[in-house]
């Protein structure tokens, strides 16, 4: 299934700054980033119940917010980019 995570860390403090580090290098390890905050990872339902399990142990709930939207596996019906910086497709073989 595809899910797009967003976050919001707050940076006013050093905490804050080693959380936004630790937040998106946990998202970069199940998915690729789109967006400066926002990544689509393609995860089965194990994968995702570890990782969403991972996130929310990096944040502060009193500063720091979190989103996910389901996309489901047919995300690419529900997917339109427009503009620089083309997609991988994750179900996609990829040659390195």
């Not at 390890?29 to 991972?54: H, L, M, N, T």
């Not at 944040?59 to 989103?67: C, H, Y």
């Amino acid at each position: 299934m595809m899910v797009v995570v967003s976050y919001d860390v707050s940076t006013s403090d050093p905490e804050g700054q080693a959380r936004l580090r630790r937040v998106a290098k946990v998202c970069r390890d199940y998915g690729q980033r789109v967006q400066f905050s926002v990544f689509e990872c393609s995860v089965d339902p194990a994968q995702w119940a570890f990782f969403r399990d991972k996130l929310l142990k990096r944040i502060d709930p009193a500063k720091d917010s979190l989103r996910f939207y389901f996309l489901g596996a047919n995300w690419r019906r529900r997917v339109e980019h427009v503009g620089a910086k083309k997609s991988i497709d994750p179900d996609e073989p990829l040659v390195v």
